[in-house]
């Protein structure tokens, strides 16, 4: 067992001993500050809060029940009731050995494994994707990952906007202006064009409005060649949003569009309207306020001039048409009833975040019990910012198309590969500007707290200093020419950690087990983002102070050598769990 996790079921067992009827499961011990120790665990101080006890005294109890004199030096109680622990130097040692032997890298599985559904990407069909999908995409992909490498049962779920009133805009479209040769040559670009120009014939024109309608009304009522078009719109989306994944080297277990859930909508609105949750107004059906949370709290209330008036989720159009929401909820029976998930996780732009906690309030009301076993998380996320402080846009004021992006990371890439790595054979110049390229835009993506609006900007990304993936990626491209060099091959190999600098590389290798139980829990992909950050600053010191081809002896060259390669596995996994490739040379 790693140590980490040690002291946290020692931990456990001595809180269960002092007070039984705690959530010992959820006293956890984190990475905390060299100064004051290896590991720290904060949890006693709102066990206390909670019982009213004095957390100083619960922390003094819990120590004088717990024994983990075989993995840290002496515990220590801090400040209003931390609890210090530094791991012995034998333990660090046993535990880099094993590694080294292949026993683990690090993290364990997950003790009990969750199934959790991730919903994410859900681009819409006939429209281009845009720079803002690479945040849903790409946080969604690392998500995905990491619970995947904790052992979790994950099933990604790409719900594809396939359905909805635009699709009567477009057929008409489709019927009369359609440009054959404009559709071979960029389907989603013309799409988009019979979108536009029937938009504003409708605004300028009532009566092509109802054509639209007329249209729309013919879809949902299984019009044969309606059907046949739209199914081929989807088609054509599909290719290009396939794309772009396989470019990102993003994969789904599923993606069930919108459509795929029109079975059920009706059957939908009419339980909500037998349970009561839904009611008739004004000709629609929503979900209103229940009272049952003050007004600041209630999703279904907003404040209009210190007013507050009702905001309800619309379940059903005056026309019969159902709403985005009437589909979510249908999405999660379907979900429940086909895979149990403990865990809905929506990794969906914060401006939705108005519409996910009236999805979840009107769940917990529809299917009470469900809702006490399976938890609906929104995982939110800011905009990405242009250089002038505005939304990131084209020269031209356009929306900026991934594909697009993609192109130019890769050619600014290798831009910087060619001057850098002249020598090399053009085949491995493109693919390390491949790599180098769309590692650069995932991790700028992924670095920032993701509720925070980034600015984009390629200078900074592309960077070889500071960080970023191309930092990243020399580090460890730089950890393979040691080996290269040595043309050795290291076997349990015997640690032995003198310098200070072998010893704190050695504490925050560990650390990369917590770092990704730290992800998983709070769903932030960027923990991983500067842990690795770390990782390559803490190796470099490292590498600068300690001779590792030139050491004095043989033993600790090999010792120094185990590091060396356990780092670059570290990074390697590291930066696979965030999606991004890695190149031997760079
Ligand atoms: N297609 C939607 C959009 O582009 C996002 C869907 C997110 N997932 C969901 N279950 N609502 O806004």
């Not at 479209?173 to 409708?202: F, H, P, Q, S, T």
Request: with cysteine; proline share 4%; net charge neutral.
């Amino acid at each position: 067992m790693l140590p980490h996790k040690q002291i946290e079921s020692a931990l456990q067992a001595a809180v269960h001993t002092v007070l039984s009827d705690a959530d010992a499961a959820s006293v956890l011990v984190r990475p905390c500050d060299p100064k004051f120790g290896d590991y720290q665990s904060n949890a006693l101080m709102s066990l206390a809060k909670t019982r009213k006890l004095n957390p100083r005294q619960l922390a003094s109890d819990v120590v004088a029940n717990l024994d983990v004199s075989k993995i840290c030096e002496k515990v220590v109680i801090a400040g209003a009731g931390f609890l210090n622990f530094r791991l012995k130097n034998s333990l660090l040692t046993q535990t880099l050995e094993a590694a080294a032997r292949g026993e683990h890298l690090f993290f364990v599985k997950a003790a009990s494994p969750k199934t959790i559904v991730i919903d994410f990407s859900s681009p819409n069909v006939a429209k281009p994707m845009h720079v803002g999908h690479i945040r849903s995409t790409g946080i969604g992909d690392a998500l995905q990952r990491t619970l995947r490498l904790l052992g979790h049962r994950v099933i990604s779920d790409n719900h594809i906007g396939d359905w909805g009133t635009q699709f009567g805009k477009l057929l008409l479209g489709w019927k009369n202006i359609l440009d054959c040769a404009a559709i071979e040559r960029d389907a989603i670009a013309e799409l988009e064009r019979l979108y536009k120009v029937i938009n504003a014939e409708c605004d300028a024109n009532p009566a092509r409005l109802e054509e639209a309608k007329s249209e729309l009304v013919k879809l949902q009522a299984g019009d044969v060649e309606n059907v046949a078009i739209w199914k081929e719109m989807i088609a054509l989306s599909q290719k290009q949003f396939d794309e772009i994944y396989g470019r990102l080297g993003v994969k789904f277990d599923h993606a069930l569009g919108e459509s795929f859930y029109n079975p059920w909508l009706g059957e939908v609105v009419n339980d909500l309207l037998a349970k009561k949750i839904a009611r008739e107004s004004e000709g629609a059906v929503g979900v209103f306020s229940d009272g049952s949370q003050p007004p600041k709290e209630d999703p279904f209330l907003v404040n209009r001039d210190g007013e507050w008036i009702a905001d309800p989720a619309l379940v059903r159009k005056s026309d019969g048409g159902f709403n985005y929401t009437t589909t979510d909820l249908a999405t999660i029976d379907y979900r429940l009833k086909t895979w149990s998930p403990q865990e809905i996780i929506y990794v969906v732009d914060d401006r939705q975040s108005g519409h996910f906690k009236k999805l979840f309030a009107t769940f917990a009301r529809w299917k009470p019990d469900a809702a006490k076993t399976t938890k609906l998380i929104h995982v939110g996320f800011g905009k990405i910012m242009g250089e002038d402080g505005k939304p990131f846009k084209t020269r031209s004021g356009d929306t900026v198309k991934l594909g697009d992006l993609l192109d130019e990371a890769l050619e600014r890439a290798y831009k910087t590969v060619c001057e850098k790595s002249a020598e090399l054979p053009a085949a491995q110049q493109h693919e390390i500007a491949r790599v180098v390229g769309l590692g650069a835009v995932k991790y700028a993506d992924l670095l920032p707290n993701r509720q925070s609006d980034y600015i984009f900007s390629w200078d900074k990304m592309l960077a070889l200093q500071g960080n970023t993936a191309p930092y990243l990626l020399y580090a460890y491209a730089r950890i393979k020419s040691i080996f290269r060099k040595a043309e050795v091959k290291i076997q349990n190999a015997e640690i032995k950690l003198v310098a200070p600098e072998e010893i704190t590389l050695a504490n925050h290798l560990l650390n990369f087990g917590i770092t990704l139980e730290a992800v998983a829990e709070e769903l932030r992909p960027n923990y991983l983002c500067n842990y690795l950050f770390e990782l390559a600053g803490k190796f470099t010191s490292f590498y600068e102070n300690c001779p590792v081809l030139k050491a004095d002896d043989a033993a600790t060259r090999d010792s120094r050598l185990a590091l060396c390669d356990l780092t670059a596995r570290v990074l390697k996994q590291g930066l696979e769990t965030l999606g991004i490739e890695t190149v031997e040379q760079m």
